[in-house]
C-alpha cells in the first residue's frame, strides 16, 4: 500500500516561473518511489505568471484538490504592487509614497506574506480530508511561508507528521529587510519562524549554508534536497552569434555593471565582436538594468523576450553559446541556489556566474565544472574570462565537459526525500 502524502503548495500548474518547478517534478518521482501525492493548491491563485503547458506534465495518479484562496493585493492590477506582492522591492529612490505605504502593509499587517488569509479555511478544510483520505504526511513548501503555517495548525490538531520544505529562506530571504518592518513585526516574523521550524518532525532546505543555517535555530532534523534537472538534452545547433542568455527575472539588485562594462571594452577593442554579439534575456528585466546596458551602448546587441514557456526556455539553454547567472551582491542571496542553477549545468553549456562572497553557487559550478563564478568587483577577471570565450568562440571550440552532475537529477532527488517519508512514517 502507498504512503499518503499531502502537498500544501501555492505554485501548481497552470502556474508558470520556477516556484512551480520543484515540487511538480518531485511529486512525479514520488509516485515511482511507493508514494501516492496529493496536491493541495489554490483555485484561483493570482499568479505572476501563468503556463498552461505544464498541466500536460502533472503524471496520472497525483490527485489535486483546489480551494479558494482571497489575496488582498490581488484587487491592484498594477505592475508594482504585483512585484511587491512576490517580494520585489523597487530600489528606495524608485518608491512612490504609496509604493512606501503598500510595502509597510506588506511586512506588517500581512504577517508573513499576503496568503495569509487561506492559512484559517485551509486548516479546516484539510483536518476533514487528511481523516478522510487517511494520510501518512504532510509537506509544506514556502514561500510563501504562510504555507507552513498551515501545516503548523494541522499539526497541532492532528498531531499528523510533517515535513517544511524552504524554498528559500524565511527571515534571510533578500528582501526581508527592505519590508520597512516595525520592531514587532520583526519579532512576530521570527517567532513564527522558529515555530514552524520546532513544530514540523523534519526540515527540508535547498542549500547547504541554510541547513547550517537552521541547525543552529532548531533540534528538528534539517536535510538538504536541493532543486534539479530532469529535461532530457537535444541535440541543438548552437548559435552562429555569440550568444549570452540569462533565464529568469533580472531585478535592480541583479544588475551586472562589470560585465556591461566589460563587453562594452571588447567592442571597443575588436572590430568584429559587437557585431558577433548577441544577449538574451528571457524573463522580466529591471528598466534600471536596461538604462545600464543602453548606457554601454549595447541596446542593439539585447533581445528582450520576457516569458515563455518553460518547454520553449530549454532550447534557448542548449543552443546558446554562455549561460548568464546572476544573483544580488548581498548575505541573504548567498543562502540561495537559483532553480536555474541545476537546469544550466545539465545543458553543457558554459556558465558566466556572478554574486556574493561564499555563495554555495560558486561551489556547485566548480565542483561539476560547468563555468566561472566572479564577485561584482572582480571586473578585470571578468573582461578577460570573456575574451578568452571569444576566442574559443570563433574557432567553434567553447565548450565545456560538466561532471558530477547525476546526484542532482530529479529522479534521484526524489529517491532521497521518499527515503526521509518511509524513515518518518515507518
Do not use: C
Request: net charge positive.
Amino acid at each position: 500500500m502507498k504512503t499518503k502524502a499531502l502537498i500544501i503548495t501555492y505554485y501548481w500548474p497552470p502556474a508558470g516561473g520556477p516556484g512551480v518547478q520543484r515540487w511538480l517534478k518531485l511529486s512525479n518521482y514520488l509516485l515511482e518511489n511507493n508514494i501516492k501525492p496529493i496536491v493541495y493548491t489554490p483555485s484561483n491563485a493570482k499568479y505572476p505568471s501563468t503556463d498552461k503547458s505544464l498541466l500536460n506534465e502533472v503524471y496520472k495518479g497525483i490527485e489535486v484538490i483546489r480551494n479558494p484562496i482571497f489575496e488582498p493585493f490581488s484587487f491592484f492590477n498594477n505592475k508594482k504592487i504585483n512585484s511587491i506582492r512576490r517580494g520585489g522591492i523597487p530600489k528606495r529612490e524608485d518608491q512612490s509614497l504609496f509604493d512606501r505605504f503598500m510595502i509597510y502593509i506588506r511586512g506588517n499587517m500581512l504577517i508573513p506574506d499576503s496568503r495569509i488569509f487561506w492559512i484559517k479555511p485551509s486548516v479546516k478544510f484539510l483536518s476533514k480530508h487528511i481523516l478522510e483520505k487517511g494520510i501518512d504526511i504532510i509537506i509544506t513548501t514556502g514561500p510563501p511561508h504562510s504555507l507552513h503555517l498551515i501545516g503548523l495548525g494541522l499539526k497541532s490538531k492532528l498531531n499528523i507528521k510533517w515535513f517544511a520544505d524552504f524554498r528559500d529562506p524565511w527571515t534571510r530571504i533578500n528582501y526581508h529587510n527592505k519590508l520597512k518592518l516595525t520592531s514587532y513585526a520583526a519579532n512576530r516574523h521570527l517567532k513564527l519562524e522558529s515555530d514552524v521550524l520546532d513544530s514540523s518532525d523534519r526540515v527540508i532546505v535547498t542549500s547547504n549554508k541554510l541547513l547550517n543555517e537552521y541547525r543552529k535555530k532548531t533540534n528538528t532534523p534539517v536535510s538538504l534536497i536541493t532543486n534539479g534537472f530532469d529535461y532530457i538534452k537535444k541535440e541543438i545547433p548552437l548559435d552562429n552569434k555569440f550568444s549570452i542568455t540569462h533565464i529568469g527575472s533580472l531585478l535592480p539588485e541583479r544588475n551586472p555593471q562589470i560585465l556591461w562594462k566589460a563587453l562594452r571594452e571588447i567592442a571597443l577593442k575588436r572590430n568584429n565582436f559587437k557585431d558577433d554579439l548577441v544577449i538574451n534575456f528571457i524573463g522580466k528585466v529591471n528598466i534600471n538594468i536596461k538604462d545600464d546596458i543602453k548606457h554601454n551602448h549595447l541596446e542593439n546587441n539585447a533581445v528582450y523576450h520576457n516569458y515563455i514557456k518553460y518547454k520553449d526556455t530549454l532550447p534557448n539553454l542548449l543552443k546558446s553559446q554562455i549561460l548568464l547567472l546572476i544573483e544580488a551582491d548581498n548575505d541573504e542571496s548567498s543562502f540561495v541556489i537559483p532553480a536555474k542553477t541545476f537546469e544550466y549545468i545539465n545543458s553543457s553549456r558554459p556558465i558566466i556566474a556572478i554574486g556574493p562572497k561564499d555563495s554555495e553557487v560558486k561551489h556547485i559550478i566548480n565542483k561539476t565544472k560547468s563555468g566561472k563564478y566572479f564577485l561584482y568587483d572582480e571586473y578585470e577577471e571578468v573582461l578577460k574570462h570573456i575574451e578568452d570565450s571569444y576566442e574559443l568562440y570563433k574557432i567553434k571550440k567553447l565548450k565545456i565537459n560538466s561532471i558530477n552532475i547525476d546526484q542532482y537529477h530529479r529522479k534521484n532527488l526524489a529517491k532521497k526525500l521518499s527515503n526521509l517519508i518511509f524513515k518518518e512514517t515507518n
